[in-house]
């Protein structure tokens, strides 16, 4: 089961080692392609020694923030809970192929995935010795419970529901509040379900409109409140068909998976519990080398600077399916409407401003210097990273450090320095301040980061200040960024990217998660584009998608700043680790092999 499936949330600023004063040097024109990661990676190693029986696997996440309790691997809102989620279900329920696409009629997953494109239909079957930890069948009336849960109209702080699922025939009725069911998803039979789309497209294929976990039907049956559904037990206490359950919660410290013993492949399982723990980003170099935890996965350039000689271990790297990034905040989101509503007046609106303060970061110096050479300039729109293999455009347009150029689109704009204080003026010869959210995350990096990029505005004229004059602590982030708090007018955010290129989850018009709340006929356009059935041609798919890539680009409504090496600590007790298969293939924390009752120190 492929399991970077679902979209995961993170911290925006995030860590490095090394403070980066101003940047005053680079190239001085637009050109495609961007920089490439300075440190290469092996992404596989092999360790000596018998396996030992009933070793209990240690597994560190790193996060100045507790873990949350929120063990949804549906609705789930934090990276960190994912960090525990993907090893409870195994991932995606449904198998995919090396470009992340479902693989139909495969006979061995959890839930088997059929295409009929002339129905319009799209079959889920669950595996006959599939079960939840409490020893009832996973059956048909799970699957289309989590369906009327994501749809459910009461549901208003629902961050996954997305216009995407409204292909599926009567979700919009469902969600608006109009029917009482969703005329398209049916059971056949006890263990299949039927989806009747409205129109098929390429992006079903990944997963476009479908989920790809489920959750058991008698615990929806128990959510009634939903301003306390954190609380509800389908939240604290999921049950689960995939090889682990939940056993015990510390204090968001720690959580002890324990084996499910209903696990339809509980004969593979090598691993029969699993503690995941938080580690503070400062102590982490140590937690490594005192033998504390097994496997530590997304490590920092910082961490990786100050680990990468331990003798105990080893770091294994791929490409990231990541973007960092800096967002305009350009309108706000109609709960009413259920939709973005574009701001004309905004600080930002035109789009010569937001093209100026991307030419004004030198992002090859910062990420170079900032990440230890472990990221790079991310291109295009940021979105397809070299992970995404079928889609990623090594030609992408990329906005390369050029404040010159900055200096004459802000002039054009009529951004100029009317009263000499070396500090613009807008159009109307107002003062204008551009106030900016970043994160802090408990790292020396994230002041002097925050005052790089406030610098290299600065010097075209743009007057930029953090909000309320500081950083900001994750929750107040998190939160005022998505009430769009009218003191943010642009922020640094960051996407843990799904396997579906589909930008409509990030960008759609109706999307909660697009925190730009930018829009236009172009773009609805162009995602249109995307979901046309002649897109199953993938010659015409991949041109489409650069397309659109280079469009996005153009309007620049984030600025793409990094993508990254992901990267993994592996203690040397660990006999085999394949950190490509583990990220994007079918390898499995419960088929690792321990070769002693303890991390090695």
Not at 447 to 456: E, H, M, R, V, W
Not at 542 to 552: C, G, P
Request: hydrophobic share 35%; net charge negative; charged share 25%.
């Amino acid at each position: 089961m492929k399991k970077s499936r679902l979209l995961k949330f993170v911290s925006s600023a995030l860590i490095a080692t090394l403070v980066l004063g101003a940047c005053a040097s680079g190239s001085s024109s637009n050109s495609s392609g961007g920089s490439k990661p300075a440190v290469e990676f092996q992404s596989k190693v092999e360790n000596s020694g018998t396996p030992v029986e009933n070793a209990r696997l240690k597994i560190g996440v790193v996060t100045a923030d507790p873990l949350t309790g929120m063990w949804n691997p549906v609705f789930f809102l934090e990276s960190t809970d994912y960090a525990v989620l993907r090893h409870m279900t195994g991932g995606s329920a449904i198998k995919a192929d090396e470009y992340f696409r479902f693989v139909e009629d495969d006979e061995t997953a959890p839930i088997k995935f059929h295409l009929d494109r002339d129905k319009k239909e799209v079959t889920l079957t669950v595996h006959p010795d599939l079960k939840w930890s409490n020893g009832q069948e996973v059956t048909s009336k799970d699957i289309v419970a989590t369906y009327k849960l994501l749809g459910n109209p009461k549901y208003e702080t629902n961050v996954r529901y997305s216009d995407a699922y409204e292909l599926i025939e009567g979700m919009k009725e469902y969600h608006e509040g109009s029917a009482s069911d969703i005329s398209g998803i049916s059971e056949k039979d006890n263990k299949t379900v039927v989806v009747k789309f409205k129109e098929i497209t390429p992006s079903i294929m990944w997963g476009d409109g479908l989920l790809f976990n489920y959750l058991n039907a008698e615990q929806i049956e128990q959510v009634t409140d939903f301003n306390k559904f954190a609380e509800a037990e389908l939240n604290t206490k999921p049950l689960s068909y995939g090889p682990y359950v939940i056993d015990k919660f510390v204090n968001g410290e720690s959580v002890l998976l324990k084996q499910n013993e209903y696990f339809y492949k509980k004969d593979e399982v090598k691993i029969k519990e699993v503690e995941i723990k938080t580690v503070a980003p400062a102590q982490a170099s140590n937690v490594l080398k005192n033998g504390d935890v097994d496997l530590v996965d997304e490590l920092t350039a910082g961490i990786w600077e100050s680990s990468k000689d331990h003798k105990n271990g080893k770091i294994l790297g791929v490409d990231e399916l990541y973007l960092s990034y800096v967002g305009f905040k350009l309108g706000k989101f109609d709960q009413e409407k259920g939709e973005v509503v574009v701001d004309p007046n905004a600080k930002a609106a035109d789009v010569r401003v937001r093209q100026a303060f991307a030419y004004a970061l030198n992002r090859d110096k910062m990420n170079e210097k900032i990440y230890n050479g472990i990221r790079h300039s991310a291109t295009g729109s940021g979105l397809y990273p070299p992970a995404v293999k079928l889609i990623h455009n090594p030609d992408a347009v990329a906005y390369d450090y050029n404040p010159e150029k900055a200096k004459e689109l802000l002039d054009e704009a009529g951004f100029k320095d009317v009263d000499g204080d070396g500090l613009r003026e807008n159009a109307k010869g107002e003062k204008v301040q551009f106030n900016f959210a970043i994160r802090n995350t408990g790292q020396t990096i994230d002041q002097p980061l925050a005052d790089t990029f406030i610098q290299s505005w600065k010097d075209v004229g743009l007057d930029v200040q953090l909000v309320d004059g500081k950083l900001m602590s994750p929750k107040d982030w998190s939160q005022r960024v998505q009430a769009d708090d009218p003191s943010i007018d642009l922020f640094q955010g960051a996407w843990g990217l799904g396997s579906n290129p589909n930008p409509q989850e990030l960008l759609g018009k109706q999307s909660q998660l697009n925190y730009q709340r930018f829009t236009s006929d172009k773009l609805n356009a162009d995602i249109d584009k995307l979901l046309s059935e002649e897109m199953f041609d993938d010659k015409k798919l991949v041109e489409a998608y650069r397309e659109f890539d280079n469009e996005f680009a153009a309007e620049v409504p984030w600025i793409p700043f990094s993508w990254t090496s992901k990267m993994v600590w592996v203690n040397n007790r660990i006999k085999n680790f394949d950190y490509q298969e583990y990220t994007y293939g079918d390898f499995l924390v419960y088929q690792l092999e321990l070769t002693a009752e303890n991390p090695a120190k």
